[in-house]
């Protein structure tokens, strides 16, 4: 229960620009070495210029053009489904956690919003040098959104989500930390990206949603 128990031992919240929650250790160190291990295709061999979007992967968008087939989807981030879970033991143990009545509850109760229906969607994702991610706010679908940081190779902190007030003044920066993260739920004004940095080698994440509206391989426990 590392990220349950995170929450409730280990955060902090903050009320500005937005209401969220910083995590410190949310993850096993088995968790962090899946989400470190995990192949991705390298954006940088492809001759892509990235537009601010994640759109190459299963979205329209300028950043699609040029991909033979008319912009087949890449394996640019990689969602944790049934059909691969056997590849990540550790991560579906904590889509398990996630999934109990006893972590949504505590995190609806937080974030003031009824996860009972809800769904879970888990991605690893694997950021590198020409990444940026223009101020955005996530869809309403998104009833909780969580990002987990692992970072092994000793990158600049300054490379965490940027968030940012209603004019899009930049506020803050999370840090990008090991095993450290945030989580927020989505709402007016809850503008967030990351400005053009520099990465070294890789920026990997952990990305948690708590989703309603479509479904996923992984519904809440009922």
Known sequence: MEFLNSLKKRSKFYNTPFDHWELNRPLT??????????????????????????????????????????GKALKFRCFIEKDNSKDFPNLVNLINELRSKNTYGYIGELIKKNLSNSYIRVEVICDRQGFWLKPHCDIKEKLMSCLLFANPFNESE???????????????????????GYLFTSGQNTWHGMEKK?????????????????????KVES
């Open 29 to 70: 160190k088995e968790a962090i070495k899946e989400i470190c291990s995990t192949e991705t295709v390298d954006l940088r061999k492809m001759k892509l210029n990235y537009d601010g979007t994640r759109a190459i992967d299963g979205g329209e968008g300028k950043f699609r053009e040029g991909i033979s087939g008319g």
């Open 158 to 180: 300054d490379l965490g989500t940027d968030f940012y007030d209603e004019k899009l003044n930049k506020v803050k920066t999370v840090a990008y930390k090991d095993n450290y």
């Open 198 to 218: 520099e990465i070294k080698k890789e920026r990997r994440c952990l990305q948690i949603n708590y989703v309603d509206g479509f479904e996923t391989d992984w």
